[in-house]
């Protein structure tokens, strides 16, 4: 009896174990499931939890996933160049860089205007900062249509910060949301979760663009009894001081619903290089920006 | 040596058709993510690596136990840049589906796998649908979801040949 004690412990501690993994292996499918919901609700709930994780697997990824989307790239640029429509392609391309160009000089027309305006009624402004910018490849995307997002080759290391707006060819598709030190991803306005104070040129109205998953994006907070016309170019306000002031976004078109929206000027799915607007660099920011975050210290310099 | 160097040569040659499997999983995460311009569809890609889920269920279960399956679809959510856990989740639900229909399935020919594909998809993309909804309150238009499923279907028999090729090698090393 003494001797068989030691022995039918460790079997009855194995059968336990073994019993417990049984009904883990069990249940372990609902485990994953009810796993994979809480994920998703934290993710929901608190998304900068993530922020880490995610920026550090873009950051190992995004070698490969640049080195992949290479061949396709080359194997699309070589299938154009052997259709026999190349010559039709040249002078369309041609003639879509002029039209580019035209509008861009249209665009800039009608912001000096603006700016001319302004500088007229209020004589002793300040001028924006002179603006500089990353130009950076597009390596990927969300692959999901719930998803708006870009990938892009350029992170911190190159200058890229969060919250810097992003632009197409002809004018701001999105900004940047996560910044590793390779690469890093902009979340575009068309996404549901965007939102970017705006401002619409000639009847100098402000407003909100919001995402909506769709081409034709929303216009929120538009004063009531305003009038607004269609194809009035939509720039941003510069409210918030997070995006400069008069960067190109879209036009105005009327919805199917007779709402107003905002078509963009560059439709951000066809991008393949994008252009990052650096942060101004311009002295009396940082100095009002220093005297706002330590008021104690400037007050004391001030003083003496 | 001799016998350890032809032992470990068995041992490769064993588990080549595990190693491929999953070299084409990672294949299909990163083509998941990646922008394509051959296929000019924007911002839609087919669901890359839920072909690979649905496919390998279906033959080879035991080389993607569901905690694999969890693992790769929590790494697509951390690269795709939406909801963590949407796709991790949605591949458990998809396999433990498949995994309970296994004998149907195996029996049918391959226009009703084919079918049965584009099921999975339109279950996968109505999770994902419900579950955005729910918690950020807007999803994308009907039309760009019927469009991502039709793409995903299509681009399916392309995308399975390799799969079905690791598969009969895997028959053929037995």
Same mark, same amino acid.
């Given at each position: ?62 070698? !490969? ?13 070589? !299938? ?24 861009? =000089?249209? *665009? ?38 719930? $998803? ?47 939102? $970017? ?108 | ?10 041992? $490769? ?8 499997? =999953? ?9 998941? !993510? ?25 033959? =080879? ?50 226009? $009703? ?22 918690? *950020? ?38």
């Amino acid at each position: 009896m003494m001797r068989s004690r030691p022995r039918s412990a460790p079997r009855k501690t194995s059968a336990r174990v073994a019993m417990m993994v049984a009904q883990i292996a069990r249940y372990s499918p609902f485990g994953f499931l009810i796993l994979g919901f809480f994920l998703v609700t934290s993710s929901a709930l608190a998304p900068q939890l993530w922020q880490g994780p995610r920026t550090a697997a873009t950051d190992l990824v995004s070698p !490969i996933v640049s080195t992949l989307s290479r061949p396709f790239q080359f194997v699309a640029d070589g !299938i154009g160049g052997m259709t026999g429509i190349n010559d039709l392609r040249a002078e369309n391309d041609r003639l879509k860089s002029e039209n580019d160009r035209l509008r861009e =000089w249209y *665009q800039t027309a009608l912001l000096l205007q603006a700016e001319n305006k302004s500088l007229k009624d209020l004589l002793n402004v300040m001028p924006e900062p002179s603006q500089s910018y990353i130009t950076a490849r597009v390596i990927g995307d969300s692959g999901s249509p719930f $998803v708006k997002s870009l990938l892009l080759t350029a992170g911190s290391q190159d200058g890229i910060e969060d919250g810097q707006a992003v632009l197409g060819g002809q004018g701001m598709i999105g900004r940047v949301i996560e910044t590793g030190r390779k690469a890093s991803r902009i979340l575009l306005l068309n996404d549901i979760n965007s939102r $970017v104070p705006v401002v619409i040129l000639g009847s100098n109205v402000k407003a909100i663009l919001a995402g909506n998953n769709e081409n034709i994006l929303d216009l929120e907070h538009v004063p009531p009894d305003t009038l607004i016309k269609s194809n009035d170019a939509v720039t941003t306000s510069g409210h918030g001081g997070l995006f400069p002031q008069g960067l190109p976004i879209g036009q105005i078109v009327k919805k199917e619903d007779g709402t107003l929206g905002v078509r963009l000027y560059s439709d951000p799915a066809s991008v393949s290089y994008v252009q990052i607007v650096e942060k101004p660099e311009d002295v009396n920011t940082r100095r009002s920006i220093q005297t706002l975050t330590t008021p104690s210290s400037s007050f004391e310099e001030d003083g003496n | 040596m001799e016998f350890s160097s032809s032992s470990f040569a068995v041992r $490769v040659r064993e588990s080549a058709p595990l190693i491929l499997l =999953w070299l084409y999983m990672f294949l299909l995460l990163f083509l998941n !993510i990646s922008s394509l311009p051959l296929l000019d569809m924007g911002t839609l890609t087919p669901a890359f690596l839920l072909m690979g889920v649905f496919f390998w269920s279906l033959y =080879w279960s035991q080389a993607i136990p569901l905690w694999s399956l969890f693992l790769i679809g929590f790494a697509l959510d951390l690269l795709a840049g939406g909801l963590v856990g949407l796709n991790a989740l949605c591949f458990c639900m998809v396999s433990l589906l498949i995994l309970s229909q296994t004998r149907f399935l195996k029996a049918q020919n391959w226009l $009703v796998i084919w079918v049965s594909f584009m099921v999975a998809v339109v279950l996968v993309l109505s999770i994902q649908f419900l579950l955005v909804y729910m918690f *950020q309150g807007g999803s994308p238009p009907l039309y760009e979801l019927a469009l991502s499923a039709l793409i995903s279907t299509l681009a399916y028999p392309l995308m399975m040949w390799p799969m079905h090729w690791i598969n009969r090698l895997r028959f053929a090393m037995a």
